[in-house]
């Protein structure tokens, strides 16, 4: 025989469950443009020029600059170029500073 409280608690049927106020949903049609890219590569001859640096990479980021991917020509043995390939969102101030419509 179950304990008198949790016997009242496993007879409680769905009407005594309290229903919960019913939010609508509003659906609108948006014609959105699609994004927008600019993309920056930076090349560098490791024979030449050093890594960049933290504070560089971190200046990158803080102007928007998200890097995508690095290249290193020497793990193939075809050359001795590193590239740092950046990707951000343009700006429609930086589109129209660029001269695109």
């Known amino acids: ?8 608690f496993l007879s409680y049927t769905q009407e ?14 948006h014609q959105l443009e ?3 890219w600019e993309y920056r590569l930076i090349s560098l001859d490791l024979r030449k020029e ?3 640096s933290e504070a560089s990479l971190a200046r990158l ?10 290249v ?5 043995g075809s050359g001795t170029q590193l590239h740092y390939y950046f990707v951000r ?3 429609e101030s930086r589109r129209e500073a ?4």
């Not at 980021?61 to 690095?70: T, V």
């Open 72 to 76: 290193d020509e020497r793990a193939s």
């Open 89 to 91: 969102r343009l700006l």
């Open 16 to 29: 005594h469950i309290q229903s919960t106020l019913h939010i609508p949903i509003v659906y609108e049609e």
């Open 98 to 101: 660029a001269g695109e419509e």
């Open 50 to 52: 050093p890594l960049l």
């Open 61 to 70: 980021g803080q102007e928007g600059w998200l890097l995508q991917a690095i």
């Open 1 to 8: 025989m179950l304990p008198r409280p949790l016997a009242l």
């Open 34 to 36: 699609p994004p927008r």
